[in-house]
């Protein structure tokens, strides 16, 4: 059966996911993929090989690139399509160790994010060698020196998310660098924009431009308390500038229309709605900004593909197959936890974070083509009614499933009971569910992803409905 309905299906199947010396065709991939993720299992091999290849069967379930990719190959590679790289400390060793560990990464084919706020602002005098600071953007330029060399794996450039906190120095120069189109060409840029910016955007205040005072020579009159990138605890900061706050905002928003770049991640509502805020501080996303996650934290990700479960296309009948998405989404969850334990990781601290949260992302794709088949106009309320309703039944079959799978495997290490149950998305969902957690656990932190109109990623909460980003452009780059 061919199950291309486009040359360019193919050609991207033919270049991109296919394994040259034994996947003949599609039904071989999707065969590969399910015996490699069985092969995980303690027993049963056969028959879960079998219901993950049905899975995949006609396009109902897709995982990300880089599992269908790597998954079943002799290859060295990671099965994760990005990853966020770990706190850059303002020493060179530290930077060029954080750059080796880049490297290594894109190597295997994982993309990258990085906040390099913890970088001195240029032009400040180190405390202990009295050298000056070139500054994040500068740093940042190494990175993508390398990111232009390094051909991820064989096939496809390496792609690179950086952010920077609103109250860096250095913000200004992040925000217009992309002006110059030859410039940061690998790297995606977002501003890490806090509550008390918006607050002062919205009343018309100063801004404070602040960096920690013990990395700083010298001695200022004025300072603040601040929670710093890569900190635990507020920490003494040096005012270093004050600027007018409609003003800093209205350059993101110039430079976002005229370039594509930057993007405003809600730094505070990411971590608020963390569902591990209890031992997490995020401050980087992966390079398309959809997914925000901790240091050496990974994306793990697939979609159910809506356009397989629409019963009489066309007609006053169509319907969708509702516990057909439920049944996909399930098994979804068993196949990419299974990835967790398959996967290579390109550092020892990935393979740790991975294990430890047991993130996972399973969304949805086709919904544009769906509510076509269904005779439904996108920008309708049945429309999004529906489309509720699809996200409602993905969340909650895949959060069914994690309950199942910790009571037959366990839960993932970092889960503390009271807590997890506290955060603000775990609390919005039904009580069975909440019931569940709490008598059996969960197998995975994180379990909804929602594929962009970029390469696939995903949030980091249970639920469907909190988009931390503002501003998403076809030009950025991909993961």
Not at 91 to 97: P, Q, R, V, Y
Not at 236 to 253: G, S, T
Not at 371 to 380: A, E, F, T
């Amino acid at each position: 059966m061919d199950y291309f309905e486009a040359g360019i299906s193919r050609f991207i199947w033919d270049t991109k996911y296919r394994h040259r010396r034994r996947d003949r065709s599609v039904e071989d991939s999707w065969r590969r993929l399910a015996r490699a993720l069985a092969a995980v299992e303690a027993s049963d091999r056969g028959r879960w090989a079998l219901r993950f290849y049905r899975n995949l069967e006609d396009f109902r379930f897709l995982t990300g690139g880089r599992i269908l990719a790597g998954a079943g190959t002799c290859h060295q590679v990671t099965l994760f399509n990005c990853f966020v790289m770990g706190t850059i400390e303002d020493s060179m060793d530290a930077i060029f160790e954080r750059l080796k560990e880049s490297a290594l990464t894109m190597q295997q084919g994982g993309g990258i994010g990085c906040d390099f706020s913890t970088l001195r602002p240029a032009g400040s005098r180190a405390q202990h060698t009295g050298s000056i600071a070139s500054g994040p953007v500068s740093f940042m330029r190494i990175w993508d020196a390398m990111c232009a060399t390094l051909l991820s794996t064989g096939s496809r450039r390496g792609a690179m998310m950086a952010t920077l906190r609103c109250d860096h120095p250095d913000i200004e120069r992040f925000i217009d660098a992309k002006r110059d189109p030859h410039e940061l060409r690998h790297f995606n840029l977002s501003v890490l924009v806090d509550d008390a910016f918006m607050a002062a955007v919205e009343a018309d205040r100063d801004w404070p431009l602040v960096f920690p005072e013990r990395q700083l020579d010298g001695s200022g009159s004025e300072r603040v308390e601040r929670r710093w990138s890569g900190e635990c605890d507020a920490v003494p900061c040096r005012v270093l500038k004050r600027v007018r706050a409609r003003d800093l905002w209205h350059r993101i928003m110039r430079a976002t229309y005229d370039c594509a770049e930057p993007g405003v991640l809600f730094v505070d509502r990411i971590n608020r709605h963390n569902n591990l805020y209890y031992r997490e501080q995020i401050g980087a996303t992966n390079p398309c900004g959809e997914i925000p996650l901790p240091p050496y934290g990974a994306c793990n990700l697939g979609s159910v593909n809506l356009m397989r479960f629409v019963r009489a296309p066309f007609t006053d009948r169509a319907e969708l197959d509702w516990a057909g998405i439920a049944d996909t989404a399930a098994l979804g969850v068993r196949m990419l936890d299974n990835v967790i334990d398959l996967s290579r990781y390109p550092l020892p601290v990935q393979r740790e974070q991975a294990r430890g949260s047991r993130r996972i992302g399973i969304g949805i794709t086709g919904l544009a083509d769906a509510l076509i088949l269904l005779g439904l106009h996108y920008d309708s309320d049945a429309a999004r009614t529906l489309a509720a309703r699809v996200l409602e039944t993905v969340r909650d079959s895949a959060c069914r499933a994690s309950i199942e799978l910790a009571a037959e495997k366990g839960t993932f290490p970092f889960f503390e009971r009271d807590a997890y149950l506290a955060g603000p998305d775990v609390r919005a969902l039904p009580r069975s569910l909440r019931d569940g957690i709490a008598k059996k656990g969960i197998r995975n932190s994180h379990l909804v992803a929602i594929a962009p109109p970029v390469p696939s990623a995903c949030w980091p909460t249970v639920s469907p409905a909190v988009s931390s980003r503002c501003s998403t452009s076809a030009t950025r780059v991909g993961c």
